[in-house]
């Protein structure tokens, strides 16, 4: 059965810590994602990766960088968290474009920035 | 750029219901739409996807449409059951958008069934 993992359901960190959110799949999947969401703005994406070491911006990459170093493993990390950063992060993981397959996600990591 | 619109945000019926939610897009040119469920605190389950040659879906009792033409899709539950109360969301893998690996997602149908 396909399985997403993220290594954390609940995270509280400090303001101006370095965070990392570590996600990994079993499908071996080119793409990966990651996702937050919030209350009335919904899922919105942050960065995504079609391969090893490959990533590319998506909606809201500010404050956020990932890393790639293996096809299934795909880590965000908040280089100086703030509290804006309170959110619920959701990691998702699909085959190549063109195969229509569904994107699978993971249970989320509620983190709490103080 | 591409809009996913659902309506209504919340919903409540009592068991046994059929009931339908409704999807819209305003950009046709598709790859596919997906519907998924969320309970309260957890992750997105995908139940559907339709590609865009297709015109509907079936899982047991769930039943997706699309009309690619009009922008829409509905998810058809029959029978519902107070164990289908979630959040349902639809999104849609779009042509246009800067990547055609991203997903645009509606806010979401929250369903309460009523046993």
């Known amino acids: 059965d396909v399985k997403v993992t993220q290594s954390s359901r609940y995270l509280v960190k400090r303001t101006g810590e370095k965070v990392f959110l570590e996600c990994v799949q079993d499908?071996?999947?080119?793409?990966m994602f990651w996702y937050r969401q919030d209350p009335g703005l919904g899922l919105r994406l942050i960065y995504f990766s079609y391969d090893v070491k490959m990533k590319e911006k998506g909606d809201i990459p500010e404050g956020y960088s990932v890393s790639r170093e293996k096809k299934e493993r795909f880590s965000l990390i908040l280089e100086s968290a703030s509290t804006n950063q309170t959110s619920m992060y959701l990691c998702?993981?699909?085959?190549?474009?063109?195969?229509?397959?569904?994107?699978?996600f993971g249970d989320g990591t509620r983190l709490s920035i103080l | 750029k591409q809009e996913v619109t659902q309506i209504p945000a919340a919903l409540s019926v009592p068991e046994g219901e059929n009931l339908v939610l409704n999807c819209s897009f305003t950009?046709?040119?598709?790859?596919?739409l997906q519907w998924f469920r969320q309970d309260p605190g957890k992750g997105l389950t995908s139940l559907l996807l339709?590609?865009?040659?297709?015109r509907e879906q079936t899982s047991g009792r769930l039943n997706a449409s699309l009309d690619k033409s009009s922008g829409r899709s509905t998810l058809y539950i029959a029978a519902s059951q107070p164990g289908d109360s979630a959040t349902y969301l639809c999104a849609v893998h779009s042509r246009a958008s800067g990547s055609a690996r991203q997903l645009t997602f509606g806010s979401g149908t929250q369903l309460t069934v009523l046993p």
């Open positions: 950009d046709s040119a598709i790859y596919n």
């Open positions: 499908m071996d999947h080119e793409n």
């Open positions: 998702a993981s699909s085959s190549p474009d063109g195969s229509n397959q569904p994107q699978h």
């Open positions: 339709i590609q865009s040659s297709q």
